[in-house]
């Protein structure tokens, strides 16, 4: 598996994807680099959220590739995910969890166990500013508490990539 030694932790190259007749993505590239802030900007229909979709492995591309730390996302597709965190636009959180419980949930999707897991949920409360809020219901916080929950969830692993939607 490849271990990346460029700094680049992102790269699309040719990316096409198609539906049908319909062409959401054609010949897409570009890189992020280690520590780079990256972002989409463009009309509905652009084909922002389908290049999420293909980079975080929720969908195949038509054409082209897609490396995370120098591993291609079809043929690592278990490894790159590992690696990612992912927060989507619409977050699915449980709203009949308390945010320690979803989060102790999060963490052990994610592998984490023991006291490796009770000390990333403290980092990751303390990270987001949800200490106080541990012992509350997801579902009654504030939209913002729950995008940093979302957040808190994504964080968890400390992926080397990081993608909002």
Do not use: W
Not at 52 to 72: E, H, L, Y
Not at 101 to 128: K, N, P, Q, S
């Amino acid at each position: 598996m490849g271990v990346q030694t460029d700094g680049v932790m992102l790269e699309v190259e040719g990316l096409s994807k198609s539906f049908g007749p319909v062409k959401a993505l054609q010949d897409l590239s570009f890189q992020v680099r280690r520590g780079d802030v990256f972002g989409f900007l463009g009309p509905n229909g652009a084909g922002k959220t389908t290049t999420m979709r293909i980079v975080t492995c929720f969908m195949p591309a038509s054409a082209g590739s897609v490396k995370v730390a120098g591993m291609d996302t079809r043929e690592h597709d278990l490894e790159v995910r590992r690696k990612i965190g992912y927060l989507p636009e619409h977050n699915p959180l449980y709203g009949d969890m308390t945010v320690d419980e979803y989060l102790r949930f999060a963490g052990r999707v994610r592998g984490l166990a023991g006291d490796t897991l009770t000390r990333r949920i403290g980092d990751m409360c303390e990270t987001c500013g949800l200490t106080a809020m541990k012992g509350r219901m997801v579902g009654r916080l504030s939209k913002g508490f729950r995008q940093r929950v979302g957040l808190a969830q994504a964080l968890m692993h400390d992926p080397d990539l990081l993608i909002f939607d």
